[in-house]
């Protein structure tokens, strides 16, 4: 069987609905399958004068505190990771990044190379940095010398109109909680399903190789 974490940060739950739609369709797509949250860095939300942003923190944070938080054992575990994490500044959250600083002792004994690594995103905007999130991930990812997976065009559900985004599915969440549609949800499940075929040919060639 193909291991596959989804490893993921979300603040009002728009990259949750994704996280949850990737882990389930890995699953159909017959994947063993962790989902795993990274660390909340902050006691306040990061918009602390906010109190609509605070309210929807708050709410997101303790509807998932009993999903696990990502280790480095589950990143061993794993063939393949998909990764989410908000679009800030077009760079990923803090959150994703502190657990990404944390795999030293991994990637210093070659322990990340040729994993699958495939990534979405969110953002308040259309072009508030989605592809650049998802490119700011990447670097990491050529440095643990992994194998990075995007979606591509390679399914028609890319070509709905709130879909799109070869490097990585997206979704425009104009700043509400949960803001994710149905067209984005098929998107990501289909990235899901293509990162388990990948990873499951890699890991059966790797094998006979
Ligand atoms: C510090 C910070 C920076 C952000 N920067 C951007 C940005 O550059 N472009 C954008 O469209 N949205 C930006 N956002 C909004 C989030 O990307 C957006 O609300 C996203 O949908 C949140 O996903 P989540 O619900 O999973 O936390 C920012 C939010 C915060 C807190």
Do not use: C
Not at 36 to 41: D, I, K, Y
Not at 82 to 93: H, K, M, V
Request: proline content about 5%; hydrophobic content about 40%.
């Amino acid at each position: 069987m193909t291991n596959v974490a989804v490893i993921y940060y979300s603040s009002q739950g728009n990259v949750h609905k994704l996280a949850v739609a990737a882990a389930a369709a890995a699953e159909k797509a017959g994947a063993e399958v962790r989902l795993r949250r990274t660390a909340e860095l902050t006691s306040e939300s990061v918009v602390p004068g906010n109190d609509r942003w605070n309210k929807a923190w708050a709410e997101h944070l303790e509807s998932v505190k009993d999903i696990p938080e990502a280790t480095l054992e589950d990143l061993e575990w794993a063939d393949a990771v998909l990764w989410g994490t908000p679009g800030r500044y077009g760079l990923p959250a803090a959150s994703l990044k502190q657990f990404i600083d944390l795999t030293l002792p991994l990637h210093s004994r070659r322990g990340l190379v040729n994993k699958v690594m495939s990534s979405f995103t969110s953002t308040a905007t259309l072009h508030g940095g989605q592809e650049s999130t998802i490119l700011a991930l990447n670097n990491a990812f050529y440095h643990w010398g992994a194998i990075i997976v995007p979606p591509g065009v390679a399914d028609p559900v890319q070509l709905a109109p709130t879909n799109g985004n070869p490097y990585g599915v997206s979704s425009v969440s104009r700043n509400e909680a949960g803001n994710v549609d149905e067209d984005n949800l098929a998107a990501i499940e289909y990235q899901a399903r293509r990162t388990v075929e990948i990873a499951t040919a890699l890991r059966r060639g790797l094998q006979s190789a």
